[in-house]
């Protein structure tokens, strides 16, 4: 089993910036790939950022230039780094993990509000 923890969320203006945080717990060595899902009322869960299972990230278009996903593996924690954030950002924002078996873990997800 993982745990997945999301922190950061909260109200922001748009131009402002967050950083999420998602700490990982239990079956580290397990999680072939992580990454950054989020979504608006009414609307489908979409991935914001990811890292593939070559170390390598991937963004969606929409946040390409303003949102940076890192990791801290000795925290066993990742990053969401959100610059120039616009209404359109705002969502549910979840942590996801997945397993060298194909087993998708979720955290709670933490709310991310953007005012105009």
């Known amino acids: 089993q993982v745990q997945l923890v999301e922190s950061g969320g909260g109200l922001v203006q748009a131009g402002g910036s967050l950083r999420l945080s998602c700490a990982a717990s239990?079956?580290?060595?397990?999680?072939?790939?992580m990454g950054w899902y989020r979504q608006a009322p009414g609307k489908q869960r979409e991935l914001v950022a990811g890292?593939?299972?070559?170390?390598?990230?991937n963004y969606a278009d929409s946040v390409k230039g303003r949102f940076t996903i890192s990791r801290d593996n000795a925290k066993n924690t990742m990053y969401l780094q959100m610059n120039s954030l616009k209404p359109e950002d705002t969502a549910v924002y979840y942590c996801?993990?997945?397993?060298?078996?194909?087993?998708?873990?979720w955290g709670q997800g933490t709310q991310v509000t953007v005012s105009s």
């Open positions: 996801n993990a997945i397993s060298s078996m194909g087993r998708a873990y």
């Open positions: 239990g079956r580290i060595g397990s999680i072939n790939r």
């Open positions: 890292f593939t299972t070559g170390g390598n990230t």
